[in-house]
């Protein structure tokens, strides 16, 4: 990325938007610190209703999806996708929702697939796909998920980007008109809406449950043409998923169940051995070999569950 915008013309004709991947709790001002040193062009924290203007590199602020209308930009408190918040895939939705044709999605290096939902939204507005080429990406997940979904418009290095995106932002083409789905699903985004009525309408209801919230899943997806492209799943709270990340997320959640059953098994273990010796001193030898065996009982069970949970992490 820091290839990218040192090499970015001061008068190019458009807003840069930058999201990255980061923890809830990071500092999002050191990337500011880190790129202003890199351009002219100046660098700010995107704020909520904050006017867009040309020239400008607007960064996601950490624990916010970046949104953007025609005339400014939001801050979406809504729901992870694809376990991230802020994601991408909100960022490219709003975009094409909002600019259609006069957006530009650029995917750099990074892990999983995130940004192919999204950048499969501005490739239906009429907007230009542009990847890294994987080849000489660090993690080469993104811009490889991009390339096996969708015909891209330009795969190249980052040395060749600023002056690709020089070129193609000189002339503005004409609107198009958005997809009816892309539009309710970047309303949902940006008013966090609860609506089953709006998510009905651009998938079908799936057997599986949402690994957050334990809603209903919806299947969604996107065709161009006769061939089918991304396919992904939301729930009408608004947590969204990839096939690969609902894997992940189900796997997590199918963790952390059998963590919790194991605890509480071997509670409920100590719990009967101690009644086994409170008996014993009282003298009560029946009553305590029946909690004595329901302990060893249990503890076979407890056994057989450590197995299945070694095999979970295993197949994860």
């Known amino acids: 990325m820091s290839e990218v915008i040192s090499q970015l013309n001061p008068g190019l004709n458009a807003s840069v938007f930058i999201v990255m991947h980061l923890a809830r709790t990071a500092l999002t001002d050191f990337l500011i610190h880190r790129l202003q040193p890199l351009t002219s062009m100046p660098c700010k924290l995107a704020t909520d209703n904050c006017a867009i203007e040309k020239g400008h590199i607007y960064i996601a602020s950490a624990n916010f999806h970046l949104l953007v209308k025609k ?12 376990g991230w918040r802020p994601c991408i895939d909100v960022l490219f939705r709003s975009a094409a929702t909002a600019f259609n044709s006069r957006t530009i999605g650029i995917i750099l290096t990074g892990m999983r697939d995130d940004g192919t939902s999204g950048m499969l939204a501005i490739k239906r507005s009429g907007g230009i796909c542009m990847v890294q080429d994987p080849n000489e990406a660090e993690h080469p997940d993104m811009p490889l998920s991009i390339l096996n979904n969708m015909e891209v418009d330009y795969c190249v290095s980052l040395s060749e980007m600023a002056p690709l995106l020089d070129t193609v932002t000189k002339n503005i083409p004409p609107e198009v008109t958005v997809p009816d789905d892309l539009m309710i699903e970047s309303e949902i985004s940006e008013r966090v809406l609860v609506d089953y009525e709006s998510v009905k309408k651009i998938g079908d209801k799936s057997i599986y449950a949402c690994p957050d919230c334990g809603g209903g899943l ?3 997806t996107a065709e161009e043409g006769n061939k089918e492209y991304v396919s992904r799943y939301r729930c009408h709270i608004g947590h969204s998923y990839s096939e690969s990340d609902l894997v992940l997320k189900q796997g997590e959640v199918f963790e952390s169940t059998l963590w919790i059953a194991l605890r509480i098994m071997e509670e409920r273990r100590n719990l ?17 070999q029946t909690y004595k065996d329901k302990a060893s009982s249990i503890q076979v069970h407890i056994d057989k569950m450590k197995e299945v949970l070694f095999a979970s992490q295993e197949m994860n």
Request: net charge neutral.
């Open 218 to 220: 919806w299947h969604m």
């Open 71 to 82: 005339d400014r930009m939001l801050l979406g408190r809504g729901p992870d996708e694809n």
């Open 272 to 288: 009967f051995a101690k009644l086994d010796q409170d008996h014993m001193k009282r003298g009560l030898v029946s009553m305590a």
